[in-house]
């Protein structure tokens, strides 16, 4: 079993930056593949970024290339994303994810309970 917790959302204008944080239980994070999700009101659950447990596989939603970036430490058990260049539609509750394979379906094993991340305009 993995407990997953996310930290870091908050409330920042568009153009701010945010990172999120994912910690971890369990001594087999580095097995597990990392995701970010992200939940819009009135929307599906949407991928965001994935990181493989070595960290050489990562892969990003086109809408958020080259603004948002996934790293992990496996070490502290936990898995970042850096949001750069907010924009008002990346306001959404953000969920982390822990699986076997990096995918960018929702198919996870362990899911955190989600961080609010609100951009004003």
């Known amino acids: 079993q993995v407990q997953l917790v996310e930290s870091g959302g908050g409330l920042v204008q568009a153009g701010g930056s945010l990172r999120l944080s994912c910690a971890a239980s369990g001594r087999t994070f580095v097995t597990y593949a990392m995701g970010w999700f992200r939940q819009a009101p009135g929307k599906e659950r949407e991928f965001v970024a994935v990181i493989s447990g070595n960290s050489i596989g990562r892969y990003y939603a086109d809408s958020v290339k080259g603004r948002f970036s996934i790293s992990r430490d496996n070490a502290k058990s936990t898995v970042y994303l850096q949001m750069n260049s907010l924009k008002p539609e990346d306001t959404a509750v953000y969920y982390c994810?822990?699986?076997?394979?990096?995918?960018?379906?929702?198919?996870?094993?362990?899911w955190g309970q989600g961080t609010q991340v609100t951009v004003s305009s």
């Open positions: 994810a822990a699986g076997l394979r990096a995918t960018m379906t929702p198919d996870y094993n362990f």
